[in-house]
């Protein structure tokens, strides 16, 4: 099912939040910086707006402001206007 920001938001991988964290040591998964548990975010390796799932293996812990920033892009998608941008 495609994502429709109309549809009720389906919250269901917020449980994989603790894990998420534990497992990138408390870093965001793009750029590094610590993170304090409350303000880690959860980010869609594949946004659900292009397909993506909630599974666990499609989430990745990150800080808003990557998370913000990624929008809808895929990691790669993401990672090469953070090269474009450095340049």
Same mark, same amino acid.
């Given at each position: 099912?495609?994502?429709?920001?109309?549809?009720?938001?389906?919250?269901?991988?917020?449980?994989?939040?603790?894990?998420?964290?534990?497992?990138? @040591?408390?870093?965001?998964?793009?750029?590094? %910086? /610590?993170?304090?548990? !409350?303000?880690?975010?959860?980010?869609? #390796?594949?946004?659900?707006?292009?397909?993506?799932?909630?599974?666990?293996?499609?989430?990745?812990?990150?800080?808003?402001?990557? @998370?913000?920033?990624?929008?809808?892009?895929? %990691? /790669?998608?993401?990672? !090469?206007?953070?090269?474009?941008?450095? #340049?």
């Amino acid at each position: 099912m495609k994502h429709n920001r109309f549809n009720k938001r389906d919250n269901s991988y917020l449980k994989h939040k603790k894990e998420l964290f534990e497992e990138m @040591n408390g870093k965001c998964a793009y750029c590094g %910086i /610590e993170l304090e548990y !409350k303000k880690a975010t959860i980010d869609h #390796k594949v946004p659900l707006a292009v397909g993506g799932t909630n599974d666990r293996g499609n989430l990745i812990i990150c800080c808003f402001s990557c @998370n913000h920033y990624k929008r809808n892009r895929d %990691i /790669e998608g993401f990672r !090469k206007s953070i090269q474009n941008t450095v #340049k």
